[in-house]
């Protein structure tokens, strides 16, 4: 049987350096009134001796876990199948695992996850949450202002009523959507259709009426509803076609609800762009650039407002030991153009 040599102690670390046990805490767990010259010695004792902090020590002195929960209001099937929330996560991951922060990813499928939810983000597991997508009728906000976690929302909070500051990253959807949407006019248009996304979460709805911001007095017959997926696309573009077979352009929600517009097109026999153009909304890279033909779309940086949010609420939880008060921020889009439209 193998011995396991004992985990190096704050004492040896101490005695490696020549100071005291009090100063090795405060270098350890990043604590001020420590003399630089100290400082190095104690980070070369502990990079010798492999010593590793006791995160449930460490945790008592500076009252923070760094973990951070990330909730995305979506059951897994849908998350693991859309690349938008890859990008996403993958953007908050980077942030966090800069500050050496780690990400515990929190789904829901039905309001007992809610719930689960709810009890986790009370539970003092984690410094603070990262939420979003989020539907209008989602629990999830009282959940976790109940839970009193520091919080920043993906997306424009569509539930606030504008009595308490909410932090969130958002894109300006409403200005990508309107510019879309002159792009096709510009190209002589005049049957430009709208496939929405899910209307019960603000980033649709605020397409939508950069639509109409446009369209203002276009057919009603003309905005059809999806729901963000390729196979929502479909549906609504064959509907689309039926009650308006004279349509000769169309703005999608996202990419993946193009993609399935373009199939039911290919389907048709209609040519795009000849017959119908056709414009997405993300510019996801592996959706956009394989559709056939590559789609023009609205890009926002989507790994961008990931970090975003991380590092909005790094900065908020800094804040609580004196930093600056984090704010809303929302991004501009820019339209790409490639052959669809």
Request: overall charge negative.
């Amino acid at each position: 049987m193998t011995d396991t040599a004992p985990r190096p102690t704050l004492e040896a670390v101490a005695a490696r350096a020549g100071v005291s046990r009090a100063t090795v805490s405060r270098v350890v767990n990043g604590g001020d009134g420590v003399r630089e010259p100290l400082v190095e010695r104690v980070r070369r004792a502990v990079e010798e001796l492999g010593y590793v902090p006791n995160q449930a020590a460490r945790s008592l002195v500076t009252r923070r876990h760094d973990a951070v929960a990330v909730v995305v209001a979506e059951p897994e099937t849908r998350v693991f199948a859309d690349p938008f929330f890859a990008l996403q996560l993958r953007g908050i991951s980077k942030e966090l695992t800069a500050h050496d922060n780690q990400l515990v990813l929190l789904l829901t499928e039905g309001r007992d996850d809610h719930a689960r939810v709810g009890r986790y983000l009370g539970g003092g597991h984690v410094d603070g949450a990262l939420v979003f997508s989020l539907h209008l009728d989602d629990p999830l906000p009282e959940l976790i202002q109940r839970a009193g976690v520091p919080t920043v929302f993906g997306g424009r909070p569509g539930w606030s009523d504008g009595t308490t500051d909410v932090v969130y990253v958002d894109s300006d959807n409403r200005g990508g959507a309107r510019e879309a949407v002159r792009h096709l006019v510009g190209l002589g248009r005049t049957r430009v259709a709208h496939i929405t996304g899910a209307l019960d979460q603000t980033s649709a709805a605020d397409r939508l009426d950069g639509y109409r911001d446009v369209m203002g007095d276009a057919d009603p017959e003309l905005v059809v509803r999806g729901d963000f997926t390729p196979a929502g696309g479909e549906r609504a573009m064959r509907e689309l076609l039926d009650r308006c077979p004279d349509v000769d352009a169309v703005f999608a929600a996202n990419d993946l609800t193009a993609s399935g517009a373009l199939r039911v097109l290919r389907e048709r026999g209609r040519r795009v762009p000849e017959d119908v153009a056709v414009i997405g909304f993300d510019d996801m890279l592996p959706v956009a650039e394989q559709t056939d033909p590559p789609l023009t779309t609205v890009r926002q940086d989507i790994e961008e407002m990931g970090r975003l949010m991380a590092r909005l609420l790094l900065r908020d939880l800094d804040r609580r030991n004196g930093g600056a008060t984090p704010a809303a921020v929302v991004l501009p889009t820019t339209l790409i153009r490639r052959a669809s439209a």
